[in-house]
């Protein structure tokens, strides 16, 4: 008997293993994730699932790079537009904000690892988050008229805390944020522009 035919319409087996154990991991984390029931999700068996990943581990790793090279792409897009500074920082705000809403799994990972000091999240977080960071700080750091005492990291991982809680708060949302859009870029205006000079 051949092997069964490949629907093309369908994503890959890998891209799709990443797909369904991101929300198993964000809901169970690392420990508590069943390589039996992600494999279900796309519809094969566990060693099926093993061809592809031979640990959880591995499929962890690819899961977090997955959604943090997502989060580059996005940003990259917003840091490679042609205007003024505060033009460029409303993109890049307004491409953190659409990126959280597109990937719905990215805050409780990311906030899981936050919490959890054991399993192999941590140093996976930073070696993904870190020369993220950086490379937003360089961004920012390059803006005209910067005061130089400004402080840059603290201001961004206000500005990134503030937008992941939002996107994971649910039915709280309204009642933490008030109705309407998020105003994550009129905060990231009042952190990071160059006063307004007096009239």
Do not use: C
């Amino acid at each position: 008997m051949g092997r069964p035919r490949l629907d093309p319409t369908q994503a890959p087996t890998r891209a799709r293993l990443i797909e369904a154990a991101a929300g198993v991991f964000a809901r169970d984390g690392f420990a508590g994730a069943a390589l039996a029931e992600i494999a279900a999700q796309v519809g094969i068996r566990r060693p099926s699932l093993l061809y592809h990943f031979a640990t959880k581990e591995e499929l962890y790793a690819a899961v977090i790079h997955d959604v943090f090279g997502r989060l580059d792409a996005a940003l990259q897009q917003a840091f490679a537009l042609e205007g003024g500074f505060s033009l460029r920082l409303e993109a890049v705000t307004r491409g953190y904000l659409r990126f959280l809403e597109q990937e719905p799994t990215f805050g409780p990972l990311l906030l899981r690892e936050l919490l959890d000091d054991e399993g192999p999240g941590q140093d996976l977080i930073r070696q993904e988050l870190l020369p993220l960071l950086d490379t937003v700080e360089a961004f920012f750091r390059s803006a005209p008229g910067l005061r130089p005492e400004t402080p840059i990291r603290d201001s961004l991982l206000a500005i990134a805390a503030s937008g992941l809680l939002r996107s994971i708060s649910g039915g709280l949302r309204e009642s933490l944020w008030g109705p309407g859009p998020s105003r994550l870029p009129s905060l990231a205006a009042s952190l990071l522009l160059p006063p307004e000079p007096p009239s």
